[in-house]
């Protein structure tokens, strides 16, 4: 069965906005939902009106949608726990691998760019993996 906790901490993990930059006029953001904008006010530009009118160069930039690709897949880890259906393994597998994605994309956009970038969503995506990873291990070793 699926614990609260986890589900809560896992769509946290997607709402955050998961690469954070700044330039000399303002700030955006890449999230697992679409394109932020700071300045001159907030507006979201949902993923599939991007991937829409958008031109998606491939390498580095790629990162940013294969995480999210990687994201959604963790999240249909998710919904099959509470069929009884689920490895957390795998769960945590995907989500470490898209916030190992998305730090590969913070990084790559910091040096093509050069604006300033705060991964601020792989951190959360690791920590809710290393969390969750090592709270079923630890109920796993513990005697009955």
Same mark, same amino acid.
């Given at each position: ?5 986890r ?6 993990? $997607? ?32 993923l599939a ?29 998710? *919904?099959? $726990?509470?069929?009884?259906? !689920? ?5 945590? $597998?995907?989500?470490?691998? *898209?916030?190992?994605? !998305? ?30 990873? &090592?709270?079923?291990?630890? &109920?796993?070793? &513990?005697?009955?």
């Open positions: 069965m699926t614990d609260r906790r589900v809560l901490a896992v769509l946290l993990a $997607g709402v955050v906005p998961w690469t954070v930059y700044f330039y000399d006029g303002g700030a955006g953001g890449f999230a697992a939902y679409g394109l932020l904008s700071f300045t001159p006010s907030f507006r979201v530009t949902d009106a991007y991937l829409d009118s958008a031109v998606v160069p491939g390498g580095w930039f790629s990162a940013w949608l294969t995480g999210v690709l990687l994201y959604a897949l963790a999240l249909l880890s998710l *919904a099959l $726990g509470a069929l009884g259906l !689920e490895d957390h393994r795998v769960t945590d $597998g995907l989500l470490a691998l *898209a916030g190992l994605n !998305e730090l590969y994309f913070a990084v790559g956009f910091y040096t093509n760019r050069d604006y300033l970038t705060l991964p601020l969503g792989a951190l959360c995506l690791l920590a809710v993996a290393v969390w969750d990873y &090592r709270r079923v291990r630890g &109920r796993a070793f &513990r005697p009955q």
